[in-house]
């Protein structure tokens, strides 16, 4: 039987451009897998880790204006959101480049013999190794920062993890080109091919979760599709870990004082979060609680004024389309749900932005209306109108995890004032991410950042931005009365590569 054709679509027309591969036999996988794990020695050393890391940052963008091209022919998603994204990406490799040069992310400890202690101390020393094999499955709605190039790459390879990516369907050029680009930067430093494999199909992706030598995966999707391969991972002879993003809501709470202070200011804001990208960001605000009486009403209409000028757009493909026009119209025939601006259909191939609203109290319990705390990819937004705060202690009590929960307060809340205190304390174990008074669309790259949250947002504790992210390829390791010439140099007592660590308790650098 011969192998399915992978076509790069436009989603603007629908019509396929160009056929760029063909969907990857078990045997295929199995090669990209073996060839990466054959290339885990090479990534040993991190002085070439980092440089290569930079090395790839270097080509992108020398490739830069090819890259931004086929990724909007793919995505539609324009050239000033991509170059945007692309600089994103490069940064974050050299971030990631910083971060393995610097050596912390291998949290050395030594404690030498105490026979003092109860009970006695042997000569203890740990670090953390790579875990091998890393998969990685690309996202549709972030083709440079969550695609081949992107977060889960990075930094599995700054962890020493040769990477096997299951390229999305709906950029599959640019998932050729990239891994192309990557290869390239490889080359420069040595390294072979198979630190980065690229494969392509369903099957496929099956494949790969269930090889032997993969030893970690990423995911950045949908809950269905996420679980399905998180009980892959752990349905193995030999379970592996799954750091999968899954879905979110991404609640708001605006309270009253909020609202009457600046309502207008709310409105717009929430509209400019919810409608960027086409509303395709996993961290869209999808729920947002708005009093009821006049400072919500302002808020409402601020929310319809400033949707009403976003035009109508191109969603990344059209099956995504067809689920958000019938998502939004399921959601809509709902009892007591109103449109005052109708999302769905805008022409045969794009989508037009609105709301919906609804009472709070419809969401305080179990029932039909469950549907309106599920994420709807695409430019919509729940309006769910309290009237006290019981309403909306009732409703944060039924959400699932997220990667984010926002509250929206007065001047005199944020001082300290009312419930601003309590009202951070009821959402933060609901997300990764608490802001107040901002919008969560945007995700800083930076060491403190948290890209992740309570399932379904995620299925570790992990995150997939940010320095730590690094963590999740890597385990302990401890040597025990082990002599000095055997030790690995990160744990030998002078300290050949100069690293950060930990040595009988104090940190030393």
């Avoid at 950042?449 to 399932?455: A, C, I, M, S, V």
């Amino acid at each position: 039987m011969a192998a399915a054709p992978v076509w790069s679509v436009d989603p603007r027309t629908g019509k396929q451009r160009e056929q760029v591969a063909v969907e990857a036999t078990a045997q295929e996988v199995d090669a990209a897998v073996r060839a990466a794990h054959e290339a885990r020695h090479a990534l040993a050393d991190r002085g070439l880790r980092a440089a290569f890391l930079r090395s790839c940052a270097d080509e992108l963008e020398a490739a830069r204006e090819g890259l931004i091209e086929t990724a909007d022919a793919e995505t539609a998603l324009g050239p000033v959101r991509l170059h945007g994204e692309l600089a994103r990406t490069c940064y974050q490799l050299r971030a990631f480049a910083g971060i393995v040069e610097e050596g912390a992310f291998l949290d050395v400890i030594i404690d030498h013999p105490d026979d003092t202690a109860t009970p006695p101390v042997p000569d203890l020393r740990r670090c953390k190794v790579p875990l091998g094999v890393v998969a990685v499955y690309s996202a549709s709605n972030f083709p440079f920062a969550f695609s081949v190039t992107g977060g889960d790459t990075a930094s599995a390879l700054a962890a020493g993890c040769p990477v096997v990516v299951k390229a999305h369907p709906d950029h599959p050029a640019l998932s050729e080109l990239a891994a192309k680009v990557l290869r390239r930067a490889a080359a420069r430093h040595g390294l072979p091919d198979g630190v980065l494999g690229l494969v392509h199909g369903f099957d496929a992706g099956l494949e790969l979760i269930r090889h032997p030598l993969v030893a970690a995966a990423g995911f950045t999707g949908s809950v269905r599709g996420g679980r399905a391969l998180f009980d892959a991972a752990a349905a193995r002879p030999v379970p592996i870990p799954f750091h999968g993003e899954l879905g979110s809501l991404n609640p708001v709470v605006v309270t009253e004082a909020a609202a009457a202070e600046r309502a207008e200011e709310i409105g717009a804001g929430l509209a400019g979060s919810m409608t960027l990208g086409v509303g395709q960001f996993c961290v869209k605000p999808g729920l947002v609680l708005v009093p009821s009486g006049a400072g919500g009403d302002r808020l409402v209409k601020s929310l319809t004024d400033a949707v009403s000028n976003v035009e109508a757009g191109v969603m990344l493909d059209h099956r995504m389309r067809d689920n958000f026009v019938a998502g939004v119209a399921e959601r809509a025939r709902l009892d007591g749900v109103e449109s005052p601006l109708t999302p769905g259909a805008g022409s045969e191939h794009t989508v037009s932005a609105g709301f919906l609203t609804v009472p709070a109290g419809k969401l305080t319990r179990e029932g039909e209306h469950d549907l309106l705390l599920e994420e709807c990819f695409g430019p919509v937004t729940v309006v769910a109108r309290y009237t006290d705060e019981t309403e909306v202690r009732a409703v944060l009590s039924r959400l699932p995890g997220n990667l984010t929960a926002t509250v929206q307060l007065s001047a005199e809340e944020a001082r300290g004032q009312g419930r601003g205190a309590e009202l951070l304390a009821e959402l933060t174990p609901l997300a990764g991410r608490i802001l107040v008074n901002g919008w969560p669309t945007g995700v800083a790259v930076a060491p403190a950042q948290h890209h992740g949250g309570p399932y379904p947002a995620t299925t570790s504790t992990s995150t997939s931005v940010g320095g730590t992210a690094i963590e999740r390829w890597l385990r302990p390791v401890v040597y025990q009365n082990t002599p000095e010439a055997l030790l690995p140099p990160e744990l030998r007592d002078d300290n050949p590569l100069g690293l950060p660590r930990r040595v009988d308790g104090r940190l030393e650098r």
